[in-house]
């Protein structure tokens, strides 16, 4: 009776009572029950309700209720307070073991051992309350649950394995027995019904939930944090007290987790209700045994079993069940805290040790908002931004309420978010207040910073205190400028994180942002808030100073003053995520804390059979410790078991031979929380001098550490497994790495860190590859070496010229006695030498040992070697393996699949991609008229004999071969080999010929109808030998996509040569409707050659769309695709054709292929590119350039010509060669070819929409060179100007780059390309001017030049007496100032007032006044200036409200343009030349322009003063002057058309006759009949535009008559009938919208989903699916 913690029923909150405190108080009195709840709080409480997703998801929904006081139950359901306190379905409690003294607790990841955890030292709750939370659940239902796994033990099988009835349909064809099937029939029917068993289960729980429980009703256990059930199992017996049975977690439960509730004492009977704070038996009615505290220790530990033995439980309420709750904050929820403004979340990164000091708490941010809002599913969230949300006292629960004291528990960690008041010191030591200590001069100077940054920003200046452009690195105006003092003086705390809440420093509150909350009003998860700490009362604010040189991080700090701009969003995380990261956590913790008892000697190596040890009897002392020791060690490796298993997918279960598919998401959270940093301080300590030396690891008596550190290195290797961030954070560790190389598995995770790892790849240097050579001659010839001599030579398919001439020489050259020789020995016999003495190759290799996997990683190395037409080793390697050599292994059955394959890839490499074999285009667009059959590049006759033999081999090969399952993975691996092989042979113009090209196709298409998908089968078999299936698969459609080009260039030839016939033969054609049937014929069957029947290719390529594999998905929805608009796609060829006739364009081919090949050769010896070749590549570039642009004028058809041979890719390789600014000879030269490429770009897209086009998939490459003085924006300019459907696609990180580039650096070609971003021939973009006027206000200190303050005024003149404008244009400020005032009035172009307001807090009229009347400044500024006042004040969305009354405005009108106006008048009646035209087209094009809008439509006669009227006439006067003396025609139109607006408006000026004379010549010349300036003359059409005009029309005419449109509608058919399987995988891979979606196939698409809208609209059942997969969305889009 008096066991148990003591109770102290108080009010925990600020604002009053507690109810349920107040009735669970009375009900302990009453029945005298002592002990419940604690008063204090000492511990972190755990995740409650993280556990994973299933029957249990949505019990958590309904947990908590309250305020911030505690638990506050609903009322509305009870008839007084003291039903309150009844223990009920879906409440979640504590069990306070009384002979025990502790609560029940498990950790439910690592240990589901069921324990008690014992009071605190200060007899409080114990720290990680979490692990002490269960919620009450109705019995469940496991009928079908327990027959479903005892028929799996039965047949060994696991629920994994259980095959769909769809699956099991699709393998009916294959090698299946009948028993098979039905046996995976009957697992499948009961799996259903376990699954309809879950949801009766579920249902009943809901049913339920809320109920009071009465004592004899039988309930179960879940645990809150990990979502298991409570379990006795028969299985195990307890691990303290023997002749118990152990208590356990389990995932789903059975009939051992059910419970009978029974009093305690007799006071208490069955039928009464159980109340909280009650003693309660918990009786196994299954076992007839009782939940029961162990009274033995062992490691100071009591475990809970099940016993004869009654055991004597308290319930201790946690929060009760309330439905509806899932909308609100609850404690023992798990959020992000977003910071809406800056775009980030609260994050703390996990320390490497635990011993570590506590790491500030940062803003990880990410790249943009339009990344986050439009791709928020792809954004890789930190896991350590989690969060779970306590009250002040953590062992209670409830709904949150704003003003409350909260705790911010780091679930990473453990950790408490703290703040901690800042302490600013002097020097010296002592505390130093800049506003309040110090000399009278530091303190003014003080203020005078603060002065000057204020009128700076009040100002809208960039420039500092001398007049020069200054960078800041602040990342917008939304957040506070780190760098002033009086920011300084508003922070008032640093955030970090603790261990323990004991501290009043761990307190929050969190308040609304809105003041139409009350206090009392429940926290919402879609509020914003703000939350405030409150020792120091200072609320959390993102400062906007990086909080390290990562530029996703920002600085938080505890600011005294509330910021608008910190407003935090609440996003809770999924159960999945947290229940992950709690069980790594634990995983990483258990290692950390292995790792420290072995550093500190503690721990001891043990033998396999000692760590086999199980203890028996009681523990003697002297045995703890080895027990200890023993424990420690098997769970270790089990968790690094388990990790290293949760990294990859695959069916191998042997944790040190797992490959498998990468996870990239269990890969990210590993990182995050340092594994790769614990495991490499554990393996040095493993490896320093206290612990064990290389050469003794593998000794029996090192049996333990020698299995840590190979799981640790296996670990390592699958953490960074495709992995590019993983890999660079891992890189800094490869010294250490290196030094273990001798130890295989070392060398195995040091060889995937340098896979495909451009930076390590360029950075090793000679004598670390020479060091691998050497291994090899030393330790004789291990596989390992080879296979990592191989990962030097090529990074991404991409060769590393370098490496692989090193290696060539040093070890093909120089060491080819430590390779295996091979050679023809009698009668053909392919011969290999072993250890001096020759035997046939088939023989040496039915033998599996480590020198046949030395010979065939040597072949793949020889492979690897000749990428990239390496000439230099390809001319070493022939001769030492010939081509009749290779040929005999890739043919020989005899030998191992891989090897073949091996053997293949080499031919591929050495042969086929090498001279004299050059690359033939499949689809050529420019074609001779003299012979448009021959093509530029094609395969040569000797060649094409050569390998003759080879292509009959692949073609027999491809018939007789098929893809099968996993067991015949080597033979998958052969077969993808020769079709890689096949492809670029295709690519090499072989396979191409009208009569090869029906052959191949069949064997191709049965390659892709094999019915193994390896994903559908069986979730195990989804590995690396399942994705060599997908990887084949990709490749056949990758040669169907060739094919299709080889179709449709047939084709296209066919149809040219009926129209080159008919030009030019006897009865010449005039008209195509002349065209005779026969000839129509002829059209129709070559539009159809090589046609593929429908039922054949479309269910295959219909399958493959449906795939996992989401390259092979997409490659085959562009196939399908391209079927269904193959007479569209001729016909678009047909316009896109280009044909040449005249010699001179003959000519023009024949010299840019001649350039292109030397440049194509320079690139292929890109290693020996010395100062002098890239001068003569400079060279090619500015002669190329020259024949796109002259005099400004675009060639088209150069241009064309230029983009048909794919130059603009060729230039894309070279700018993807290594760069780097510098003052070297070398690095100069690299920087002018770099010029050149930007220049022949822009010279190659100027005016030319295809070119255009072309260029535009690459623009974020290119933006990713801008700042290095390359041009960059000159060229990406070009690709946008005067192109509407691309600058509307222009993406807000592109714009945001810009913005970033003008940051650093004011040139006007960043403001022309904006320019271009936002208006189109004059028409403007509204999306763009919104994005663009928003970025350059964000950070308008940083990249506006306004020159509106006197320092900046000074700075203008000073420039323009200097004339900077034009000595200095391209790079001149002045200029940059001119088109900046100009981009800003295209932004406001159109009536948009968001941008009209933001401009006009720019600049004011009377700004702009200024500006004007400065006799200094120059005309082409104020003709900006004029026309930003026209757009922004007079040409708005809303009115200005008496603008026309502006006093600035009239005196504008009086000073500057009367006067100018005046000036024009006498400079052309005295004939000043240039002056004169300068200021007259000012005058007319400028001032006259505003006028006339003015005039028209703000000016009121009537209400005009007399001032004003004065003014009007004057300028009357002076119009009718200009008029009369304007010197052309053009001048006269604008200036009449100003004169007829002041008529209207009622201004007659002084001089009314004169007017009168003017008005009559005004009038005149409006009926002046306009001149031809063609003339009466007869053109003469050359003979080339005679042909090009005629195919237009014969592509009209094709159109008219062809071109039924049918195809579309088949396309059609096929999304209305698969509304369940491939339409929404099509239209998530229209949604996904990257730069893998072809455009055809969205744009094709995307037009039967709307024909499909249109004309099925009334079709209810069939718009509702299509509207419930976001169709309709997609194509309004």
């Known amino acids: 009776m008096d066991g148990g913690p003591k109770v102290r029923i108080s009010s925990v909150g600020r604002t009053g009572g507690d109810l349920w405190g107040k009735a669970l108080a009375g009900v302990l009195n009453t029945n005298g029950a002592g002990g419940g709840l604690m008063s204090s709080p000492s511990g972190p409480v755990g995740s409650l309700g993280s556990g994973s997703s299933g029957i249990h998801s949505a019990i958590g929904a309904g947990i908590g209720t309250g305020t911030a006081n505690g638990y506050r139950p609903d009322m509305s359901h009870v008839s007084d307070a003291a039903e309150a306190v009844h223990l009920k379905f879906g409440d979640a409690i504590s069990l306070f073991s009384i002979e025990g003294n502790g609560y029940a607790s498990c950790d439910g990841f690592i240990d589901s051992d069921c324990k008690i955890t014992p009071l605190s030292k200060e007899g409080t709750a114990p720290d990680h309350f979490s692990d002490c939370v269960f919620r009450v659940c109705t019995r469940y239902k496991y009928d079908a649950h327990d027959q479903l796994n005892h028929e799996l033990d039965s047949l060994n099988r696991t629920k994994a394995s259980i095959t769909s009835g769809a699956v099991v349909a699709m393998l009916s064809s294959t090698a299946r027995s009948d028993a098979e099937s039905e046996e995976d029939a009957k697992l499948e029917e009961l799996k259903e019904a376990e699954a309809a068993e879950r949801e009766e289960n579920m249902s009943e729980f809901m049913r339920t939930a809320g109920h009071t429980i009465k004592y004899g009703q039988t309930i179960q256990l879940l645990h809150a944090k990990s979502n298991k059930f409570v379990t006795v199992t028969v299985k195990q017996i307890a691990e303290i007290e023997k002749h118990c049975l152990r208590v356990v977690l389990d995932s789903e439960g059975n ?45 100071n530990k009591k475990e809970m079993n099940a016993a004869t033995e009654k055991g004597s439980w308290r319930i201790i309420p946690f929060s009760p069940y309330v439905k509806g709750s899932e ?83 780091h679930i990473a960690t453990g950790k408490y978010l703290c703040g901690t008041p800042i302490v600013r010191r002097s020097v010296s030591g002592g505390v130093k207040l800049p506003t309040n200590s110090g000399s009278s001069s530091e303190r003014a100077q003080f203020l005078a910073s603060i002065f000057i940054s204020a009128m700076k920003r009040e100002k809208g200046t960039s420039l500092g205190q001398d007049g020069q452009r200054t960078q800041s690195h602040e990342s917008g105006s939304a957040l506070t400028p780190r760098d002033s003092n009086a920011e300084d003086d508003e922070l008032g705390c640093t955030l970090t994180t603790v261990n323990g809440c004991a501290s009043t420093n761990t307190l929050f509150a969190i308040l609304p942002v809105s003041s139409t909350y009350s206090s009392s009003d429940r926290i919402g998860m879609d509020s914003y808030l703000r939350i405030k700490h409150v020792n120091t009362d200072c609320y959390i604010h993102a400062v906007s100073t990086r909080s390290s040189s990562d530029e996703q991080r920002l600085s938080l700090r505890g600011s005294v003053k509330s910021h608008d701009q910190d407003a935090f969003s609440l996003v809770r995380a999924t159960k999945t995520e947290i229940a992950h990261l709690l069980q790594i956590a634990s995983q990483i913790s258990m290692i950390q804390r292995f790792a420290t008892k072995l550093s500190q000697g503690e721990l001891q190596d043990l033998t396999k059979s000692g760590l086999d040890i199980t203890r028996r009897g009681p523990v003697l002392k002297q045995e703890k410790r080895s027990l200890s020791m023993i424990v420690d060690t098997k769970k270790v490796i089990y968790v690094l078991e388990e990790l290293i298993r949760s990294c990859t997918v695959s069916y191998d279960e042997n944790a040190l031979t797992r490959e498998g598919i990468p996870i990239p998401a269990a890969q990210d959270i590993l990182r995050e929380q340092n594994i790769i940093e614990v495991l ?45 961030q993983n890999r660079m954070c891992m890189s800094k560790y490869v010294g250490f790495i290196q030094k273990k190389i001798t130890f295989s598995h070392a060398a195995e995770t040091l060889m995937e860190l340098f896979k495909n790892n451009r930076v390590l790849l360029d950075s090793i240097n000679v004598l670390k590859i020479y060091f691998f050579i050497f291994q090899i001659e030393r330790h004789g010839r291990l596989s390992s070496y080879i296979k990592f001599l191989t990962i030097l030579c090529r990074c991404n398919d991409e060769p590393l010229v370098k490496n692989q001439n090193f290696i060539c020489d040093k070890l093909v050259v120089d060491k080819w006695k430590l390779l295996t020789n ?35 990683r040597s072949i793949k190395l020889f492979a690897n070697l000749c990428l990239g037409r390496n000439s230099k080793t390809i001319d070493i390697i022939s001769k030492k393996l010939p081509y009749d050599l290779l040929l005999a292994c890739i043919m020989d059955e005899q030998l191992p699949p891989v ?15 090498a001279e004299p074999l050059k690359p033939s285009p499949l689809l050529n667009y420019t074609r001779l008229w003299s012979d448009l059959k021959k093509k530029p590049l094609s395969v040569e006759i000797e060649a094409r004999e050569r390998f003759e033999t080879l292509c009959q081999f692949i073609w027999r090969f491809l018939v007789s071969q098929h893809l099968r399952i996993k067991d015949d993975h080597h033979e998958n691996k052969l077969t993808y080999a020769i079709l890689t092989l096949l492809l670029k042979m295709f690519s090499m113009g072989f396979f191409t010929g009208p009569e090869e090209l029906p052959h191949l196709i069949p064997p191709l298409l049965a390659l892709l109808n094999s019915n193994v998908n390896p994903a559908s089968v069986n979730p195990e078999m989804n590995d690396l030998y399942g994705l060599v299936v997908h990887k084949a698969k990709l490749t056949v459609c990758k040669i169907m996509h060739a094919f299709f080009d080889c179709r449709l260039d047939h084709r296209l030839t066919q149809l040219l040569l009926i129209l080159k016939n008919k030009m030019e033969g006897r009865n010449k054609l005039t008209h195509f409707e002349e065209l005779k049937e026969s000839t129509r014929e002829k059209i129709a069957k070559c539009s159809t050659k090589f046609e593929l029947e429908d039922e054949v290719l479309v269910p295959i390529l219909r399958d493959l769309v449906c795939s996992d594999h989401a390259e092979l998905s997409t490659t085959a929805a562009d196939l399908l695709v ?47 590119l010395s100062v002098t070749k890239e001068r003569d590549l400079i060279q090619i570039l500015d002669d190329l350039s020259a024949l796109c642009v002259k005099y400004d004028t675009a060639f088209n058809r150069n241009q064309r010509i230029l983009k048909n041979l794919d130059a ?128 350059l206000m964000e950070k308008q200190h940083d990249t506006l030049v306004l020159f509106s303050d006197p320092e900046g005024i000074q700075l203008r003149t000073t420039l323009i007496e200097a004339g900077d404008h034009i000595k200095n244009p391209e790079n001149s400020l002045l200029t940059f100032h001119m088109l900046q005032i100009e981009l800003i009035t295209k932004c406001a172009l159109g009536r948009i007032d968001e941008a009209e307001v933001k401009c006009q807090s720019l600049f004011s009229i009377g700004n702009i006044v200024r500006q004007l009347t400065d006799p200094i400044n120059l005309r082409n500024i104020k003709s900006a200036f004029i026309s930003l006042l026209d757009e922004v004040y007079f040409i708005t969305e809303k009115r200005k409200k008496d603008v026309e009354q502006d006093l600035h405005l009239w005196q504008l009108l009086k000073t500057h343009f009367l006067t100018e106006m005046t000036a024009a008048n006498a400079a052309l009646a005295a004939g000043r030349g240039e002056e004169e035209e300068d200021l007259v087209n000012y005058v007319v094009f400028c001032v006259i322009s505003f006028l006339s809008n003015f005039y028209t439509y703000y000016y009121s006669h009537p209400q005009a003063n007399h001032r004003q009227k004065y003014i009007s006439n004057r300028l009357m006067d002076e119009l009718v002057t200009l008029f009369a003396q304007s010197p052309s025609e053009q001048h006269q139109i604008v200036v009449g058309q100003c004169i007829e607006h002041f008529v209207k408006a009622h201004v007659q000026g002084a001089h009314t006759a004169k007017l009168d004379e003017v008005w009559v010549q005004y009038q005149l010349l409006l009926q002046k009949p306009t001149t031809d300036n063609e003339g009466d003359y007869c053109m003469t059409v050359s003979r080339e535009d005679k042909v090009i005009q005629t195919l237009k029309r014969f592509a009209k005419y094709y159109k008219i008559n062809f071109f039924s449109g049918n195809e579309l509608t088949d396309l059609a058919i096929i999304v209305r009938n698969e509304l369940d399987s491939f339409t929404p995988k099509l239209i998530k891979l229209l949604k996904a919208c990257n730069s893998d979606v072809h455009k055809e196939l969205m744009l094709v698409s995307l037009r039967a989903l709307r024909m499909i809208l249109e004309e099925d609209l009334e079709n209810s059942e069939l718009q509702s699916k299509l509207a419930s997969l976001g169709t309709t969305a997609l194509v309004l889009h």
């Open 255 to 299: 009939a051992g987790s059910w419970f009978t509730i029974t009093p305690r004492f007799k006071m208490r009977s069955e039928g009464e209700t159980v109340q909280l704070g009650d003693q309660i038996l918990l009786e196994s009615k299954v076992y007839n045994l009782y939940l029961h505290a162990s009274k033995q220790q062992l490691f």
């Open 327 to 409: 909308t609100f904050l609850k404690a023992g929820d798990v959020v992000r805290l977003f910071h809406k403004e800056a775009g980030g979340y609260i994050t703390n990164e996990r320390p490497i040790s635990e011993s570590d000091p506590d790491e500030e708490v940062f803003l990880q941010v990410f790249p943009s908002s339009e990344l986050m809002r439009f791709h928020r599913e792809k954004v890789a969230l930190n896991s350590n931004a989690l969060w779970m949300v306590e009250f002040e006292r953590p062992n209670r629960g409830g709904i949150c309420s704003y003003n409350g004291l909260y705790r911010f528990k």
């Open 680 to 724: 490499v301080q554990m393996l040095k300590v493993i490896f320093s001098s206290k612990g064990v030396s290389l050469e003794d690891i593998h000794k029996p008596e090192h049996y333990t550490t020698f299995i840590i550190a190979s799981y640790s290195f296996k670990l390592l290797k699958q953490v960074i497994k495709s992995n590019v």
């Open 822 to 856: 091979i050679k023809f020995g009698n009668e053909n016999v392919v011969m290999v030498e072993v250890d001096f003495t020759w035997m046939p190759l088939a023989l040496f290799m039915k033998r599996t040992t480590e020198q046949q996997i030395y010979f065939r």
């Open 899 to 913: 090897l073949r394959a091996s053997f293949a890839y080499l031919m591929q490499n050495l042969y086929v991609d």
């Open 1122 to 1168: 391209r079927h269904f608009s193959q007479q569209a796609e001729l016909l678009a060829a047909l316009g896109q054709v280009q044909v040449l006739v005249t010699d001179r364009n003959v000519a023009t081919y024949q010299v840019v292929q001649e350039k292109l090949e030397r440049m194509r050769k320079y690139l292929e010896a890109v290693h020996d």
């Open 1208 to 1335: 603009h890719k060729m230039v894309l390789d070279i700018l993807r060669l290594p760069f780097r600014n510098g003052t070297t000879r070398e690095e100069h030269s690299r920087k002018r070819l770099f010029q050149s490429a930007f220049q022949f770009l822009k010279s190659f897209a100027k005016d030319n929409t295809g070119n255009q086009n072309a260029l535009f998939p690459y623009v974020d490459f290119y933006l990713s060179m801008m700042g290095m003085d390359l041009r960059v924006a000159d060229a990406v300019n070009e690709i946008f100007r005067n192109n509407r459907t691309l600058a509307s696609q222009v993406t807000e990180i592109q714009i945001r780059k810009v913005i970033n580039a003008i940051e650093a650096g004011k040139f006007p070609r960043y403001i022309k390309l904006l320019a271009s971003l936002i208006t189109v021939q004059g028409q403007p973009i509204r999306r763009n001017q919104n994005l663009v006027m928003k970025m």
